[in-house]
Nanobody
Framework: QLQLVESGGGLVQAGGSLRLSCVAS????????MGWYRQGPGNGRETVAA???????NYSDSVKGRFTISRDNAKSTVYLQMNSLKPEDTAVYYC????????????????WGQGTQVTVSS
């Protein structure tokens, strides 16, 4: 059974950095498209970044140039390096996985982690 466990969230000042990790189990990780999503207070869920099994990436305009998604297939782990954090980045960040890229692209991947809170103070 697929399980996704995020870690690395916390409280950081504006301009700071955090690295989120998501460890997957129960799947052939290398074949999955992985995504990071977030939901801020009072906001809908937003796609942050995604990475294909081949390592191709895409980002939302709001994080492009500040965030970097990467994966280590040997460790079944996907990362989100977040730099130059802003208060508007405050949200619960979720890791998600699917074998169909379209599901990840439209924000409806089949499997989700429990989320990790990121709070950016001004």
């Amino acid at each position: 059974q697929l399980q996704l466990v995020e870690s690395g969230g916390g409280l950081v000042q504006a301009g700071g950095s955090l690295r989120l990790s998501c460890v997957a189990s129960g799947i052939m990780f290398s074949t999955y498209i992985m995504g990071w999503y977030r939901q801020g207070p009072g906001n809908g869920r937003e796609t942050v970044a995604a990475i294909t099994s081949g390592g191709s990436t895409n980002y939302s305009d709001s994080v492009k140039g500040r965030f970097t998604i990467s994966r280590d297939n040997a460790k079944s782990t996907v990362y989100l390096q977040m730099n130059s954090l802003k208060p508007e980045d405050t949200a619960v960040y979720y890791c998600a996985a699917d074998t169909a890229s379209n599901n990840v692209r439209i924000g409806k991947p089949g499997s989700w982690g429990q989320g990790t809170q990121v709070t950016v103070s001004s």
